[in-house]
């Protein structure tokens, strides 16, 4: 089996026209398509947005029986579909079968007249779903008749995001291993790297799967309940369950991008100044002002092939599940693992600071 990369995410919403005004606006994406009954989307409005070569399907059920409406009420707006681009969906899902997945929707076809795209499903990891997706034709008729393209009113900046870079799933205790199991014996993927972290009495398990073809990236975390409960028991608890913590997107500049979010609204998370004390000790020479990356808030990390720089957005959600991650790697093949201690110990170093003033 093919994976060549990521052809879109599907986010469940509890309503597509107010979260694709946020993601326009806040993020830069631009409206490109839309559906619904009238198109042949039984129950559904969904809209299409894209920015560089990302592009996200927003979908709500208009119906209490939905499979969005149900996944909505029970997780929030969240990931709900993990589409992935094969060259025969066809035969990849009768491989996927004969490993032992699940089927949801079996290989269906539409046509219009300058594209075709097969589609199928099989159910994943917690409540997401894998779609294979397979084109020919013109790449831009994301689901020809069912998908009608659609102008945006946001304005027509450069796209400042090129691609997913990676999706961080959370799991329940005990479900790593088998989470890992389920990329590695479906989907051919193989784990790159694992780690314990332990840090203020908190402690995490991560294992990171990929696809052969490096398109697919997938951050697996799942808490040690030996520790103090920390950041992913609070995501199991808000979200009901396992699933997709966090997207990050890869930028060729991640200041540029930084700049252009914050100034349409995003927030990203605080980053205390003591951080950058030593910061060039920790990682070695940074290829950027420190000064701006304080004033910015990002973050730097290395890894044997280099450095990544990141920065992690607030929340948009109300149950402050899922965030989004700007990434740019010179070289680094992680995933700032490093940035972990580095930020408590900052934060005590702060926090030390602040109490000698007050003595």
């Known amino acids: 089996m093919d994976i060549r990369g990521i052809d879109h995410i599907e986010l469940y919403v509890g309503d597509a026209r107010q979260a694709a005004f946020w993601f326009s606006t806040a993020v830069g994406f631009q409206l490109c398509g839309q559906g619904g009954p009238e198109t042949g989307l039984t129950g559904q409005r969904s809209l299409l947005l894209r920015h560089g070569d990302i592009r996200l399907l927003l979908t709500s059920g208009l119906d209490a029986d ?20 094969v060259d025969d969906v066809v035969g990849a899902y009768a491989e996927l079968l004969a490993r032992g997945a699940t089927g949801v929707t079996p290989p269906t076809t539409v046509t219009g007249a300058d594209a075709e795209v097969v589609t199928a499903e099989v159910r994943g990891f917690a409540d997401v779903r894998h779609r294979l997706v397979q084109r020919r034709g013109d790449r831009d008729d994301f689901l020809p008749g069912l998908i009608m393209p659609a102008r945006s009113t946001a304005d027509d900046a450069d796209p400042v995001l090129v691609e997913v870079d990676h999706l961080a799933v959370c799991v329940p205790p005990g479900e790593l ?12 993927f193989a784990q790159i790297f694992e780690e314990h972290v332990e840090v203020a009495g908190q402690g995490m398990n991560s294992k990171v799967v990929q696809s052969p073809s490096g398109g697919v990236t997938v951050v697996l975390l799942e808490p040690d309940r030996t520790r103090r409960p920390g950041q992913i028991d609070a995501f199991l608890d808000q979200h009901a369950g396992g699933g997709v913590q966090h997207l990050g997107l890869r930028t060729d500049d991640i200041v540029t991008a930084v700049e252009s979010l914050g100034r349409r609204g995003v927030r990203f998370a605080g980053t205390p100044g003591a951080y950058y004390d030593t910061l060039e000790a920790r990682v070695g020479r940074v ?8 004033e910015l808030g990002v973050l730097v990390d290395s890894d044997h092939g280099g450095q990544l720089l990141q920065i992690f957005a607030e929340s948009m959600h109300v149950r402050r599940t899922l965030f989004l991650e700007l990434i740019e790697r ?7 693992s490093g940035n972990i201690k580095a930020l408590y110990e900052a934060k005590e170093r702060e926090l030390a600071t602040l109490q000698g003033v007050g003595a």
Do not use: C, K, N, Q
Request: no cysteine.
């Open 66 to 85: 939905h499979p969005a409406a149900r996944y909505v009420h029970r997780h929030g707006d969240g990931i709900a579909v993990v589409a992935v681009e």
């Open 177 to 188: 291993d088998g989470t890992v199991r389920h990329f590695e014996e479906l989907f051919g």
């Open 287 to 294: 290829d950027a002002p420190l000064d701006r990356l304080r």
């Open 330 to 336: 010179r070289g680094a093949s992680g995933f700032g």
